[in-house]
């Protein structure tokens, strides 16, 4: 029973994570602009974050190195601290799109001025850090990101062609430079490099063991899976309403609309709820996971199972991160610009943070039997050349459609 | 040159060439047919998600606090894009009176999610202003079509 419920928690706990206001922004977009063909985008991000969660879970619990660690062993300093700087940019504007994210929502929810709520949302995110233990914060925003449910809810409800639908799994390339802008963006959000920074931490955190590679495999294929349908069931809800009426959702709070047209109050309250802990974890997910990055490149004490007086220079950089974050958030640019900057730049340093990963993960002499099999070895490097060749079209890309912006 | 002039060279080149995407794609500048018609079909993109928001006021299916933000939000976005249009510069003059169309179109537009923003609670209000955007939507397309060559 209770290695049931540590799995459904993973789960819960991926779910949170996985739906960041990347996600949120860039699926809606996608249905809205393509209708369903960019569903297979979405399968192919989700099958790829799994993948490599899962390495990344594996080799946390058999060496008790995290990512980071791993990354500056097999790639030196030199390179170790390219990977660091890449990330620490992209985490630093994920979070402050985050926070944009979770004061947009207030504003929604109780209409007072945004830059207020930015402020509160940092404040809340030190009390619930202060207050909670680790599991407790990944339970915390997982079970409330559930209420994002009401997503799959709106797909039966709006009942679209289904032939229609099941035809946007089959890849298909466009040859627009605007449709290949947005199957790097949701590959990318599905992929951005603090999951995987945060979730091989996390393992740390909570002392995993060879003991735990079973729930480690549950939790990266089944929590990824529903979070990935959750951001399946974006594209459709998108797809279904904005395609034909030609809306171009560049606002968060119209992320919510398609669920008040189904269920009226009460599916925008629960789809506005939902989104409020899903960014809210990603929030927590992304600081944790730029502090987490530093500590371990620099052979700090991390962790938030240590507390403040044991990792000082941990819990000060996680401040400091969070001041940052704030700092962007106020600076009065638009939280979905940054998001989608941040998810394109994201993509640049994908190879660096899963390189190092695959590599360690395959190393017989390093992981033993519990190196990547046939099948993770495969599965490994065909998504390692994805990602190369997505990270060498990203920038070009996000040049010629002018973001996204046509 | 030796080593390390080649290597200014290239990066000044490096930083030229990065300067001078970062200005094409800022839309700073003359405005072409193209980007006016992008400008109007956004309008009409604005006018349809604020017919969303208004049916949700209408049908009382929606929470004030929402309908005022996200017609803020809107409004705004309209009076922008209004500004944007009537600020820039025509690379084709012919098209002057399809810019003066839009501009008006998008100042409607702003009027209507205003009024929305002073009434997110009350149906009447909701219903008008949804019917009233749906127009401003049409004119939107038309002045499209019209730029595109497509209009009768």
Redesign the interface.
């Known amino acids: 029973m209770r290695a049931i419920l540590k799995i459904a928690l993973g789960i819960i706990a991926a779910i949170g994570g996985f739906l960041d206001i990347g996600d949120l922004v860039f699926t809606t977009q996608a249905g809205a602009l393509f209708r369903y063909d960019l569903l297979w985008a979405v399968v192919l991000g989700v099958v790829g974050i799994a993948v490599y969660a899962e390495m990344s879970g594996r080799v946390a619990a058999v060496s008790g190195r995290p990512v980071f660690d791993v990354i500056r062993m097999r790639m030196g300093f030199g390179m170790g601290l390219a990977a660091l700087i890449a990330s620490t940019i992209v985490n630093v504007l994920t979070l402050a799109a985050e926070l944009g994210g979770i004061a947009i929502v207030l504003?929604?929810?109780?209409?007072a001025p945004y830059s207020m709520f930015v402020v509160a949302a940092a404040i809340a995110l030190v009390g619930i850090v202060a207050l909670l233990p680790f599991g407790g914060i990944e339970r915390f925003f997982g079970y409330g990101g559930l209420l994002l449910l009401v997503v799959v809810a709106t797909v039966f409800h709006q009942n679209p062609d289904w032939g229609e639908v099941g035809r946007g799994f089959i890849p298909s390339i466009d040859s627009s430079t605007l449709y290949l802008y947005f199957v790097v963006g949701v590959f990318a959000a599905a992929l951005m490099p603090y999951e995987v920074h945060f979730y091989s931490s996390g393992a740390i955190e909570e002392r995993w063991t060879e003991e735990n590679l079973k729930e480690n495999r549950l939790n990266a294929i089944v929590g990824y899976g529903v979070g990935g349908i959750l951001a399946v069931g974006l594209v459709i809800v998108s797809g279904f309403?904005f395609h034909p009426?030609?809306?171009?959702?560049d606002?968060l709070?119209?992320v919510?609309?398609p669920m008040?047209?189904a269920f009226?109050?009460t599916g925008?309250?629960l789809a506005?709820g939902g989104m409020l802990f899903c960014v809210g974890g990603a929030a927590i997910d992304s600081s944790f996971a730029a502090s987490y990055n530093l500590a371990q490149f620099l052979g700090w004490e991390w962790g938030r199972y240590q507390g403040p007086r044991k990792a000082p220079r941990f819990t000060a950089s996680w401040l400091v991160f969070l001041l940052l974050g704030i700092a962007i958030a106020q600076s009065g640019i638009n939280p979905v610009d940054i998001t989608e900057y941040s998810v394109v730049l994201a993509v640049v340093a994908l190879p660096l943070t899963y390189l190092p990963v695959l590599l360690i993960a395959g190393d017989r002499s390093f992981m033993d039997r519990y190196a990547n099999g046939r099948v993770a070895s495969f599965l490994g490097w065909l998504y390692f050349a994805v990602i190369v060749v997505l990270a060498l079209a990203a920038i070009p890309l996000l040049?010629a459609t002018?973001?996204g912006g046509? | 040159m030796s080593a390390t002039g080649r290597k200014r060279v290239r990066s000044a080149a490096l930083l030229t060439l990065l300067v001078a995407l970062l200005i094409g794609g800022s839309g700073c500048g003359d405005l072409s047919n193209d980007e006016l018609n992008r400008g109007v079909e956004s309008l009409s993109a604005l006018a349809a998600q604020g017919r969303l928001v208004a049916n949700g006021v209408a049908r009382d299916a929606t929470k004030t606090t929402y309908a005022r933000a996200m017609a803020r939000t809107l409004s705004e976005q309209a009076e922008h894009e209004a500004e944007k249009l009537a600020d820039a510069t025509l690379e084709e003059p012919g098209t002057a009176d399809q810019r003066h169309a839009a501009v008006a179109v998008a100042e409607e537009i702003s009027g209507l999610l205003s009024t929305l923003q002073t009434f997110p609670g009350d149906e009447r209000h909701g219903e008008l202003v949804e019917k009233h955007l749906g127009e401003a939507g049409e004119k939107a397309d038309a002045i499209v079509a019209q730029l595109s060559g497509d209009a009768p």
């Open positions: 504003e929604l929810l109780f209409d309403l009426l030609g809306v171009e959702p606002n709070g119209t919510a609309l008040q047209g009226g109050e925008l309250l506005l040049l002018n973001a046509g």
